[in-house]
């Protein structure tokens, strides 16, 4: 099992970023993806969860309205989408296969700064 993120990103304030997260070695719509973040310094933060199989979406309510994840079972590929960047979403952005976070991805930085 693999979950294998994109490259770093760095973005202005106000931006939008998109990570994505290809998995491999499982049958993609089996498990949900959950999306955590940690920024320098701090712990984790969970930003929420999608199921692959029907797209269904939970977020975190810090996030509601400035995130979106997608699937594409066709890939096997999970996205998250953070809109209006601001310095505080500096971190480093994790999936991880949900319910046991048995696997995770490598991490992708995402730096916010002008």
């Known amino acids: 099992v693999q979950l294998v993120q994109s490259g770093a990103e760095l973005r202005n304030p106000g931006a939008s970023v998109k990570v994505s997260c290809k998995a491999s070695?499982?049958?993609?719509?089996?498990?949900?993806i959950d999306w955590v973040r940690q920024a320098p310094g701090q712990g984790l933060e969970w930003m929420g969860r999608?199921?692959?199989?029907?797209?269904?979406?939970k977020y975190a309510q810090k996030f509601q309205g400035r995130v979106i994840f997608t699937a594409d079972t066709s890939t096997s590929t999970a996205y998250v989408e953070l809109s209006s960047l601001r310095s505080e979403d500096t971190a480093v952005y994790y999936c991880?296969?949900?319910?046991?976070?048995?696997?995770w991805g490598q991490g992708t930085q995402v730096t916010v700064s002008s």
């Open positions: 991880a296969r949900s319910w046991a976070y048995d696997y």
């Open positions: 999608i199921d692959p199989e029907d797209g269904v979406t």
């Open positions: 070695g499982y049958t993609f719509t089996s498990h949900y």
